[in-house]
C-alpha cells in the first residue's frame, strides 16, 4: 500500500490473526482513505465476483462504510446460483433411479427445479439424495455400499475441482464399479470475460463497470495470471480480494487507485495466499481428469463458451452422464424469480417483488436464496426482511 496513514501501514506489515483483519480502527481509517481518493465528480461501479465477497460486506457493514459514490456490484460468483435448473431437474431424476444415491454439497439440496421440485422435497418422495462434506465422503459411500451406485454431483469454480479430481482419481486406481460423477464444475475467468462481452456492458451501458475484486479461494488455485487477459483487453482493473472485511476494504481502495490513476492492472491485495501461478499440483491434478466442455449454460448468463468441465476420456467409466445417458436440454426458470438479472448484476435482490414475502430462506423460490453465498440470501439476513434499503444500519456495522 501507499500513502496509508500509519495505522493502515501498522495494519498491512504486522497483520497475523483473523481478529486483525477486523479490526474496528483500521476499518475506520480505510473508510477514510477511500472517501478521501473516491472522486466526488464521479462515481465507481466496482463489480465483486464472489457471493463470499458480498456475504463478508453485508455482515460487516461495508457498504454502510463508502461513500455514496461508490456502488458494489453483485456478480454471479455463487455456484448454486448459477446452475441452470435443468441440471438441478436432472440431479433430481438421478435421485429417484432406485439403484442410486445421489450425494452433493447441501445447499444444492433445497433448490427448487424446473418444477419446484427440490432434492429434499425428492428424498421426501422416496428418492436417496444425500447430503456429503466432501467428494471423498461420496467415495467412501460408494465403497460402503457396494450393491448401489453412488453418484457425486459435482459442483462448484476451480476452488471444488481439484478434489473432485482426486476421488475420480482413487476410483479409477482402485477400479470402484459402483462410483461415478456428474461434473458441473465451472471456471470463473471464461464467466467474467462473458459478462465484459454482454450487451448491458458494451451496447447498453446499463451496466456500468469499473473493476472487479477478483475471487479469493479460486484465485488461490489458479492463480493472478488468468486475470491479466481481461484487465488488458477490456481495460477494467482486478484487485485479487479476501475474504475478510479489511481484505474487502483495502482492496476497494486499491481498485479506485487504479480508475483514478487510469490504469487496468491486475494487483493481489491477498498476497498471503495468492500467487501469480496459482497452486501447480492442484491445476495439474485437474488437467489430468478434466476438459473444456465447448459451452455450458449458466443461470442467468445463458450458454458461456468454454466455461464448464467435462470427464476426460480417460476417466469416461466415472462420468455419470455418459454411464446414466443423462442429457439437460434447456429448461424455463421461474419467470416471477429474477435471479438471472440479479446474477448478471443489472438487478439488486431488493428489486424483485417476491424478495422477504413469497420468496425466503425457508421457502426459497431461486437459488440466490437458497445458497449461503447467494445475493438474495445476503440481502435477506443482513439487511432485514423485506428491506427496500440497501444498507446496514450504522451502528455496530463492524465488529471489534
Ligand atoms: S428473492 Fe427469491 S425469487 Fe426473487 S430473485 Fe431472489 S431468489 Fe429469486
Redesign the pocket.
Known sequence: MRDEPPSLRKWARFMKYVDELRDPDVARALAAAIAAEADTGRSYHLMEFCGGHTHAMFRYGVPDLLPANVHMVHGPGCPVCVLPVERVDMAVELARWPEVILCTYGDLLRVPGSRRTSLLTARAEGADARMVYSPADALSLARDHPDREVVFFAIGFETTTPPTAVVLRQAAAAGLPNFSVVSNHVLTPAAITHILESPEVRELGTLPLDGFLGPSHVSTVIGSRPYEFFAEEYQKPVVIAGFEPLDVMQAMLMLIRQVNQVRAEVENQLTRLVTPEGNPKAKGLVADVFELRKTFRWRGLGEVPYSGLAIKAAYADFDAERRFGLASPPKRENQ????PS?LRGVAK?TA?P??GTT?TPDN??????VSSE?A?AAYYAYCGAGSTHLRVPRAESVEG
Do not use: D, Q, Y
Not at 416471477?336 to 435471479?339: H, T, V
Not at 426459497?364 to 436464496?369: D, T, V
Open positions: 416471477a424469480c429474477i435471479c440479479v435482490p424483485c417476491l424478495f420468496c426459497p423460490i431461486g437459488s440466490c436464496m447467494g438474495c
